[in-house]
């Protein structure tokens, strides 16, 4: 059975105030962030980071070298800030180590202002032949310190389409500062004028120690009450459906045929390896992450031999998953895709009174053995996972 590698690229040119995934700024670019009193330098060098991923995956022992590659992800950070050589590099090196399906999907996130034509050339040449392009709002993009503007994301997209790209998907942030009907009701049109294959709508997470969410403990912006979250969140699903496009995902819709195979293979429980500064790994039953320091991540490469399979031996941490641990994640990822999941992949077993009392209430379907949220459900879908969590009876229960 086939695997998807994850490449974590964690430069960024800027630090975006509401960002706190691993990413450093790259060599000698100082940024400000809004809310920020001082600018944040770090001194980076991709190029040898890079070239200690390239090592990592040379070093994998022969057991992971022998199963197929099904889809490539490159997230970041901002791949799209790093030279397309760099990118091209990996996949090289990793169609050298392993064999790749005929139609498998290479995907790379990218950044408007980033997006011209030679970089575009230059990926598809590499053989990626997916692009997910961040806007995040037309319309509330400026408390968010994005780089660009409304009209390059469109522009970004026209070179994308004019290069022959025909698997784009557009990523847009909602519960912004200050957003209402009205500036969604911008953000959707402006999105669905642009007709991507696939959309990703994420609602706004604060987090304290970002400059937005300092900002936010301030009292600097005002963001919607729950009521309002869900109302724009109902606008979404409604207006996307309207238009033609499928939700599969809480957060995802697609038009048909073009959902995400890599997120949606690691929904259902594929095994995945990552590669790069603090990049995570699914194996069988082991998990583990990478420093998130690049050069802590280059130093532990460098001195590292992998003499056999389990987890990487420069990991920050791992760890050896259990039966009851399978489980969680089973519910974890199954309730996030409106397809549900298969309740046979449990060792244990769910209490039929819990099943029994969400579906009553409209919240989760069942057919014979498989089971998901309803629309309604989606929302309030961290309330029915740790109500599900509760009901998991563990596999020594179950087989009394």
């Not at 919607?224 to 724009?232: A, G, I, N, Q, T």
């Not at 449990?346 to 009392?357: K, N, S």
Request: charge should be negative; hydrophobic fraction near 40%; include cysteine.
């Amino acid at each position: 059975m086939g695997f998807s590698l994850y490449v974590h690229i964690p430069f960024c040119v800027r630090i975006c105030t509401y960002c706190d995934f691993p990413r450093v700024l790259l060599p000698n670019v100082t940024a400000t962030s809004a809310g920020t009193t001082a600018p944040e330098t770090f001194i980076q060098d991709p190029e040898a980071t890079f070239s200690a991923m390239t090592r990592a995956l040379r070093a994998l022992p022969a057991d992971m070298r022998s199963r197929p590659v099904d889809t490539v992800f490159f997230g970041g950070g901002t791949p799209s800030c790093v030279p397309p050589v760099l990118i091209a590099g990996i996949l090289r090196t990793a169609r050298e180590l392993f064999a790749f399906d005929d139609d498998a999907e290479i995907s790379t996130e990218a950044n408007p202002e980033d997006v011209s034509p030679a970089w575009i050339h230059a990926l598809l040449d590499a053989g990626v032949n997916r692009f997910s392009l961040g806007v995040q709002s037309f319309a509330c993009a400026g408390p968010l310190g994005r780089r660009h503007t409304p009209q390059r994301a469109i522009e970004a997209v026209g070179h994308l389409r004019d290069a022959g790209v025909t698997n784009l998907n557009l990523d847009l942030m909602f519960a912004l500062p200050e957003q209402g009907q009205a500036e969604l009701a911008r953000d959707l049109a402006e999105l669905i004028a642009l007709s991507p294959e696939h959309v990703s709508c994420y609602g706004l997470t604060l987090e304290p120690e970002t400059p937005l969410g300092r900002d936010y403990a301030a009292g600097r912006y005002l963001f919607p009450e729950d009521d309002v979250w869900l109302e724009l969140y109902r606008t979404i699903q409604d207006r996307l459906e309207s238009a033609g496009y499928e939700q599969y995902e809480i957060s995802n819709w697609a038009r048909p045929g073009r959902e995400c195979r890599h997120n949606l293979r690691i929904w259902e429980g594929a095994d995945y390896l990552g590669i790069g500064p603090a990049a995570v790994s699914r194996w069988r039953r082991w998990r583990w992450t990478e420093p998130a320091d690049p050069a802590e991540y280059r130093r532990r490469v460098e001195g590292c031999l992998w003499p056999q399979e389990g987890p990487s031996p420069w990991a920050a941490a791992s760890d050896t998953v259990d039966d009851g641990g399978e489980d969680i994640e089973t519910l974890l990822t199954g309730t996030r895709l409106l397809r549900g999941f298969d309740l046979g992949r449990l060792h244990g077993r769910l209490r039929e009174d819990c099943i029994c009392d969400l579906r009553t209430k409209g919240l989760l379907w069942q057919t014979g053995g498989r089971v998901g949220l309803t629309r309604p459900g989606l929302p309030v879908a961290d309330s029915i996972l740790a109500q599900l969590v509760d009901a998991l009876r563990a596999p020594e229960e179950s087989v009394r």
